[in-house]
Nanobody, 129 residues
Framework: QVQLVESGGGSVQAGGSLRLSCAASGRTGYAMGWFRQAPGKEREFVAAMRWSDGSTYYADSVKGRFTISRDNAKNTVTVYLQMGSLKPEDTAAYYC??????????????????????WGQGTQVTVSS
């Protein structure tokens, strides 16, 4: 069982920054990812990190603006998504997800929502122009 709790969402003006946090407890899995979903749109990949070697993956739309990182503490792993140079099109509910499948996969694997086993409840990010 994995529990994921996101925080850090809010409203910001274009060009601003926010840092999202995802506290993971229980089994923390082998990779974690961030996805987002805007109203009327499908959930889309944002960023992911593989624990075994620290490899990171980003959607083209956020490369150079967002950074995924992690902090390990006893019994808890916190994954961060530092978001900068925010744009109105970044407005969405942001979700973190945990992948419990061992092994290393290609980057494309971590970009698919179906690769993840547990999801958080989401945190809203609103960017105004």
């Amino acid at each position: 069982q994995v529990q994921l709790v996101e925080s850090g969402g809010g409203s910001v003006q274009a060009g601003g920054s926010l840092r999202l946090s995802c506290a993971a407890s229980g089994r923390t899995g082998y990779a974690m990812g961030w996805f987002r979903q805007a109203p009327g749109k499908e959930r889309e990949f944002v960023a992911a990190m593989r624990w075994s070697d620290g490899s990171t993956y980003y959607a083209d739309s956020v490369k150079g603006r967002f950074t995924i990182s992690r902090d390990n503490a006893k019994n808890t792993v916190t994954v961060y998504l530092q978001m900068g140079s925010l744009k109105p099109e970044d407005t969405a509910a942001y979700y973190c997800a945990a992948d419990l499948s061992p092994g290393r996969y290609s980057g494309g694997y971590y970009m698919r929502p179906s690769s993840y086993d547990y999801w958080g409840q989401g945190t809203q990010v609103t960017v105004s122009s």
